[in-house]
């Protein structure tokens, strides 16, 4: 319980840089975009929220497998759904970042 709060503390931490509600929020402009006004409030946005992969070290022995001609597992690769299965965010983690986004408000 209390990984998913501080999990939820620290995206609501994020989120609030991001929206500009936290003095000192990074604002120097980028060559790719430009100070402009804030959007109206009916404005949708699109917001992308990425979790942490899990199990990484055992994707990167399966693909050493993979690749090794002398290992039995040679050539059998995983499928997308496999490797999201793998290393996806838990239904726990999902559960947190939905319950968060629609503390704050956010629709989808």
């Not at 965010?89 to 947190?96: F, G, S, V, W």
């Amino acid at each position: 319980m209390l990984k998913k709060l501080v999990t939820i503390a620290i995206i609501l931490a994020l989120v609030s840089i991001a929206m500009g509600k936290i003095k000192g929020s990074p604002t120097a402009p980028s060559r790719f975009w430009a100070p402009s006004t804030a959007p109206h409030a009916s404005t949708p946005m699109k917001l992308f929220v990425a979790l942490k992969e899990r199990n990484l070290h055992f994707l990167e022995e399966r693909l050493a497998k993979t690749s090794d001609p002398s290992s039995p597992e040679y050539g059998k690769h995983l499928s997308f759904e496999q490797v999201t299965h793998i290393s996806g965010a838990t239904d726990e983690q999902i559960e947190a970042v939905s319950l968060l986004c629609s503390l704050i408000g956010v629709q989808w």
